[in-house]
Nanobody, 124 residues
Framework: QVPLVESGGGSAQPGGSLRLSCATS????????VGWFRQAPGKEREGIAC??????YYTDSVKGRFTISRNNVGTTASLEMNNLRPEDTGVYYC???????????????????WGQGTQVTVAS
């Protein structure tokens, strides 16, 4: 198990910005696929952005507004969220999967290491 710790959640107004971070000191995230997932009340956990050696993926609803990245030393992955909307509200989780066994899909079932989640609330 890879311990992952999210931070940076909170409240924002529509049109505002938040930055989420996912940190670990146990592994080099450069060897992992890292994903950000969102779970709204009563809904399934949705993969919204993933990054790996193959590139990045974004679900349609966040394209052009969210940016996933990771630092060069492999300790932190981030999700920059701009132009937030009320429908972005939910618990955000980061997850990691060793790249060679990942499977290539930005879906929860393909990731075995999860953080504890951080709440994001977008409301006026």
């Amino acid at each position: 198990q890879v311990p992952l710790v999210e931070s940076g959640g909170g409240s924002a107004q529509p049109g505002g910005s938040l930055r989420l971070s996912c940190a670990t000191s146990a592994v080099d995230l450069g060897y992992y696929a890292v994903g950000w997932f969102r779970q709204a009340p009563g809904k399934e956990r949705e993969g919204i952005a993933c990054i790996s050696r193959s590139g990045t993926y974004y679900t349609d609803s966040v394209k052009g507004r969210f940016t996933i990245s990771r630092n060069n030393v492999g300790t932190t992955a981030s999700l920059e969220m701009n132009n937030l909307r009320p429908e972005d509200t939910g618990v955000y989780y980061c997850a990691a999967a060793f790249f060679t066994s990942w499977g290539g899909h930005c879906k929860a079932g393909y990731f075995g290491n999860w953080g504890q989640g951080t709440q994001v609330t977008v409301a006026s």
